[in-house]
């Protein structure tokens, strides 16, 4: 099977089976057949090979980015002004997505960066709480709840291709703590390199956009191919 074929496979399969807290609601864009659809084009487009990769991971998908187009830090308008892959989604851009994009072109274009890279998240479907965006780890009982989804996310993606030497976590905070206190653990990766979390910078840290973009790209191109 191509990564492609791996990667849609899991999408389609993903499910929460485990107990939630009270409120709390899973936000699956893959149950969506439009969001599926783009999934199809944009992966069998990039991703249609058996090569090995390194792996990003997030926290969780948002309603705006990976909610909506089911790629992670692929907003529709990127998907359709850089992939060439349309939908009906209103062309909104989405702030972390802006900022991933200044790092794939910083490091070659969309055709190197995913030859050599796979991103996701710790938990890859998100949730909301009274129609608000919540991230995995905002909630003791939710992260509770969820850790076996998460450990089992993560063995599958392990298995359909990546590489185990290292694996790089959005957030320095938060996100890094738990994706270490787990790998420790597991022993799932090598090592855990921490990046600065995309919203974290385009928010507070705008002025230092250019030299925290050449950090991950200088991260990233650790035993680059």
Do not use: W
């Not at 499910?15 to 864009?29: A, D, H, T």
């Not at 909630?139 to 089992?152: D, G, H, M, R, V």
């Amino acid at each position: 099977m191509t990564s492609a074929e791996k990667i849609l496979s899991f999408y389609k399969s993903l499910q929460i089976k485990e107990k939630l807290p009270k409120g709390v609601e899973v936000l699956n864009p893959y149950r969506n057949e439009q969001t599926f659809a783009l999934c199809e084009r944009f992966y069998k487009k990039y991703y249609h090979d058996e090569r090995e990769r390194k792996i990003i991971l997030g926290i969780n998908p948002g309603r705006f980015g990976a909610g909506l187009t089911g790629i992670p830090f692929m907003d529709p308008l990127k998907l359709e002004h850089l992939c060439n892959i349309k939908s009906d989604f209103p062309k909104k851009s989405e702030l972390s997505a802006d900022f991933i994009h200044l790092v794939i072109q910083s490091y070659g274009g969309l055709d190197d960066f995913f030859h050599d890279i796979y991103i996701n998240s710790v938990s890859p479907l998100g949730f909301t709480l009274e129609g608000k965006n919540l991230n995995y780890y905002d909630s003791p009982a939710l992260l509770k709840s969820l850790e076996p989804f998460i450990l089992s996310s993560l063995r599958t993606q392990i298995n359909f291709g990546v590489s185990r030497d290292v694996a790089y976590c959005l957030g320095e905070g938060a996100n890094f703590k738990y994706l270490s206190r787990v790998n420790e653990r597991e022993k799932f990766f090598g090592e855990i390199i921490p990046l600065a979390h995309p919203r974290f910078v385009m928010q507070y840290k705008r002025k230092f956009v250019k030299q925290y973009v050449d950090d991950y790209v200088r991260k990233l191109s650790i035993k680059k191919d």
